[in-house]
């Protein structure tokens, strides 16, 4: 059962804005700072709200900055430091004052959204996003929040799989991990 769809898009968001603006490697290769950092952005908000309008520079600047505080929450997590995690986002929660507003826009039903005062686009999905890895932290399920494990890949992930095994961002490095190791075996033998 899912009570509250809303928090898993914001998680989603999350993701994609950590995935698409942090620096890095990705699936075997680096992956350096965009350079069309307004489309990356925008892709990062779409990876969870498919409909959202593409960003201008200045707002993705912004949420570049605010993508590198949600990957220090994954980090912290991946590594097993939840206390990190946590003081993190309260510090996240405090600077952009994310609040619950009950809201009804697009035909969509009343739903629970968490903006900060600020009414910028950043400003908001910060709040957003904060308050989705807050949930997500202050449930049963705090160490969903994953770095992929393949070499060379450190984008992040949410597992929402019933068993909660996910190790990897996706089944490319699912896929490389498994060759590698198959390879590996046909070398022993
Ligand atoms: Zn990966």
Partial sequence: MDFNSHADVIV??????VNELTPGERRGR???APSDLAAAATEGLRTGYPGHREVTEDEAGELAGIAVRLRAVFDAVATGDI?????????????TRARPLLQRHDGEPWHLHFHGPGGTVAGEWAAS???????????????????????????V????????TRRFCGTACQN???????????RVS
Wanted: with cysteine; charged share 25%.
């Fill in 129 to 155: 996003c904060a308050t989705g890895l807050a949930i997500v932290l202050g449930g049963d399920f705090r160490d969903r929040l994953g770095v992929c494990t393949a070499p060379q890949c450190d984008r």
């Fill in 157 to 164: 992930y949410v597992d929402v799989s019933r068993n909660g």
């Fill in 176 to 186: 490389r991990v498994k060759t590698a190791a198959f390879r590996a075996r046909g």
């Fill in 83 to 95: 206390d990190a995690a946590a003081l993190r986002v309260n510090a996240l929660l405090e600077e």
């Fill in 30 to 32: 680096p992956f350096p």
């Fill in 12 to 17: 989603r968001v999350a993701v994609g804005l």
